[in-house]
């Protein structure tokens, strides 16, 4: 359902399926109502720490679209989880993909780049010839910049158990 928004750090599919069957918020329930499902398997979820954002801090989300979610983070509250608003601090994260992603498309489609030039679209030519232009430094401060999100991130889920977020698939 659109509530499927659960991640837990360090779980395998098969843990999360375990822990948290479902919870989530069917938006389009029999005849149009809202209807809440929650299974749980044998887990007592309470006291568990969960973090919820809407949004990252950072990305539009459809209005709609977080309302549903809220009401699904309102059913982890009611399982007994600690539900806190707070997003992980992605200060960066745009540029240091914009960056590698250029690199890497430089550098994995040259030869396209160089011999098909003309099939490519144009948002393709733009991330090659971006990336064409990035020093080693470039790259190199980009890596760094990844490292220092990983490891702010990685400090934010030692509090949290797990982080739900609005995803599109």
């Known amino acids: 359902g659109v509530g499927d928004v659960v991640h837990r750090r360090d779980a395998g599919v098969l843990d999360l399926q375990r822990d948290l069957r479902a919870v989530a918020v069917d938006a389009f329930g029999e005849r149009g109502e809202s209807r809440e499902v929650a ?22 989300v459809d209005p709609q679209v977080v309302a549903v979610c809220r009401q699904a983070v309102g059913a982890l509250s009611d399982l007994g989880c600690r539900v806190e608003e707070a997003a992980p601090d992605l200060t960066g994260v745009d540029e240091v993909f914009q ?9 994995s489609r040259r030869a396209d780049y160089q011999n098909h030039r003309d099939l490519l679209k144009e948002t393709v030519l733009w991330n090659i010839e971006r990336g064409l232009r990035l020093s ?34």
């Open 39 to 60: 299974v749980v398997g044998d887990r007592d979820l309470a006291g568990v720490r969960v973090a919820w954002t809407p949004d990252l801090g950072r990305y539009p």
């Open 99 to 107: 960056v590698l992603r250029a690199w890497t498309m430089a550098h």
């Open 136 to 169: 080693g430094a470039d790259v190199a401060a980009a890596e760094e910049a990844r490292t220092a999100i990983y490891h702010r991130v990685r400090r934010f889920m030692e509090r949290y158990e797990y982080l739900v977020l609005p995803v599109s698939q």
